[in-house]
């Protein structure tokens, strides 16, 4: 599966059936893309708390990588969304 998260990074996951192994990536240009998350690879685990800590673990690196202003901005649409 795949999508774009906050407006800005193009992601992939899947789960690997045959080995159990659950993977991920964001593309950071072109014909490229990362595996790692704050200079670690998060846990290729199948277990479901495994792939929600790395999965919160890439949202916090999102996050890192956009300005405060926007967070703000971006946050405050969802909110009135939500209403």
Known sequence: M???LYETFEFECGLDGRYGAFGVE???GRQLSTT???G???S????PESIKTSL???DRWCRAHLSPEFLAE???NLAAESR
């Open 40 to 42: 670690r690879a998060v």
């Open 2 to 4: 795949g999508g774009v």
């Open 74 to 76: 971006y946050e405050a």
């Open 36 to 38: 790692e998350f704050f």
């Open 26 to 28: 964001i593309r950071v």
């Open 56 to 58: 919160d673990t890439i």
């Open 44 to 47: 290729r685990s199948a277990e």
